[in-house]
């Protein structure tokens, strides 16, 4: 196996790291170890490993985690359907074991010629067993396949970044094989890197009403599902492409459908929370940038 150099991930042009998730990253790439991410819905952590990938100049392999997944469909998958209507209905070859042997996403990643990314995504869908059929292979960079008798290993070590929503508890052996980094969901310092990242443009006034207005609303304990960054970045589409006049953001919060996506927060917005304001006639503040 070759030994890969240290790499240097200073983030991407379209995706603001803070500092302790970049030295994360880093220790993730010095060790070789996996880094798990956790952290709310919408803080980034499915993106954060497209942005691994593309500051550090390397290819990207995604595999997405179901309910049904087993850790063997990341190694390879024997076709052994294919091979019984080649046997019955064409004239190939079928003695060749390998032709029917297709290597899944950790397969992939350890056969690829260079070093790559991969991501593997929710982790926690998958049932408990799940992560830790992948300790050996994870570990030992490598895995056997019986029915051609050979042994898969890296080329070079891929860099594993795992994310998780916190749906289940990962086994205490797969936890010790990990980086673990949670972030944080942004401030609005950070938040307003954010935005400017997507809408360089945008107006001071337009940004400093938008982003109290959202904070304000993820204050609101009651909501089952209070507003991620990817609710945020659509709203502020919205509302530049509709024109809305910037006093009428705090005031009436248009397109609040974009940010809830609960039917009852959506209630709970409507019935409660603007007939409260439109009774005090107060509008929620918040320590946005200047």
Known sequence: ?????????????????????RNAVNVTVALGRPLLVRGEPGTG????????????????????????????????VYDTVQRLNDSR???????????????????????FKEQVVLLIDEVDKADLEFPNDLLNELDE?????????ETIEANHRPIVIITSNAEKELPDAFLRR????????PDPQLMEEIVRVHFPNIRDNLLRQALATFYSLRR????????????????????????????????????AGTLLKKETDYAYFMNTYMKKRQTTKTIDTYDTPR
Not at 54 to 69: D, P
Not at 242 to 253: A, C, L, R
């Open 1 to 21: 196996m070759v030994n890969d150099g240290f790499d240097k991930f200073k983030g991407s042009d379209d995706y603001v790291t803070s500092e302790p998730l």
């Open 45 to 76: 952590k499915t993106l954060l490993a497209h942005s691994i990938a593309k500051g550090l100049n390397k290819k990207l392999i995604v595999w997405n985690i179901k309910s049904t997944t087993k850790a063997q469909e990341g190694l390879y």
């Open 89 to 111: 209905f064409g004239d190939k070859d079928i003695s060749d074991i390998r032709q029917y042997i297709k290597l899944g996403k950790l397969g992939q990643a350890f056969a």
């Open 141 to 149: 960079m490598s895995f056997y396949i019986p029915e051609t008798n």
């Open 178 to 185: 990990c980086i673990f980094h949670y972030i944080e969901f």
């Open 220 to 255: 609101i304990d009651d909501f089952r599902k209070k507003p991620s960054t990817s609710e945020l970045i659509d709203w502020i589409r919205v509302l530049i492409a509709s024109g809305t006049p910037d006093e009428e953001i705090p005031t009436e919060i248009p397109f």
